[in-house]
T-cell receptor, first 109, second 113 residues
Framework: GQSLEQPSEVTAVEGAIVQINCTYQTSGFYGLSWYQQHDGGAPTFLSYNALDGLEETGRFSSFLSRSDSYGYLLLQELQMKDSASYFCAVRDQGQNFVFGPGTRLSALP | EAGVVQSPRYKIIEKKQPVAFWCNPISGHNTLYWYLQNLGQGPELLIRYENEEAVDDSQLPKDRFSAERLKGVDSTLKIQPAELGDSAVYLC???????????FGPGTRLTVL
């Protein structure tokens, strides 16, 4: 089977650094994506890691360790507008994406 | 560049009625996905198209769900008959072939009474 695990909720104050973890067990692995989804909105792409290491895009960074079947999304200088749900998604051997259950991030003033 | 377009945005129907959702992907995107998203959960793949071919429909409940992508552009997802448990958001996404970035539409929120 395929399963991804993420914390259900994370809360932090503005300006903080937030890390959202994702562990996965899938039948195949081609890469790990992260998506942001505001309430009532569409998921929007944040990052993709195919190889081990850290990828940085502005305030967002994403890390992957294939040997540990683990990745994380790092948000720096947290802002109120970052309050949303964040999903990790594994690209599997069928070239499909399997999404995790999501982490609801709440930024506090 | 226009994004992925879906319609309707909201639909309320009674159980056992049919319903259809329409998706227009980003121009030039060969790959089209239909997902189902329940409240508080991640999207779940229903079907993936490469051009007009359904390359993975293993998660599509074929007794009541059907989909088509004529001419490899627009796509329609149909449910007949709808059940109470079908209430969810139906998302369409598209991507360029062999690329990993999916672009999602705003979704159709279905309520079955």
């Amino acid at each position: 089977g395929q399963s991804l695990e993420q914390p259900s909720e994370v809360t932090a104050v503005e300006g903080a650094i937030v890390q959202i973890n994702c562990t996965y067990q899938t039948s195949g692995f081609y890469g790990l994506s992260w998506y942001q989804q505001h309430d009532g909105g569409a998921p929007t792409f944040l990052s993709y890691n195919a190889l081990d290491g850290l990828e940085e895009t502005g305030r967002f960074s994403s890390f992957l360790s294939r040997s540990d079947s683990y990745g994380y999304l790092l948000l720096q200088e947290l802002q109120m507008k970052d309050s949303a749900s964040y999903f990790c998604a594994v690209r599997d051997q069928g070239q499909n994406f399997v999404f995790g259950p999501g982490t609801r991030l709440s930024a506090l003033p | 560049e226009a994004g992925v377009v879906q319609s309707p945005r909201y639909k309320i129907i009674e159980k056992k009625q049919p319903v259809a959702f329409w998706c227009n992907p980003i121009s030039g995107h060969n790959t089209l996905y239909w997902y189902l998203q329940n409240l508080g959960q991640g999207p779940e793949l229903l079907i993936r198209y490469e051009n007009e071919e359904a390359v993975d429909d293993s998660q599509l409940p074929k007794d009541r769900f059907s989909a088509e992508r004529l001419k490899g552009v627009d796509s329609t997802l149909k449910i007949q008959p709808a059940e109470l448990g079908d209430s969810a958001v139906y998302l369409c996404a598209s991507s360029q072939k062999r690329l990993y970035t999916q672009y999602f539409g705003p979704g159709t929120r279905l309520t079955v009474l």
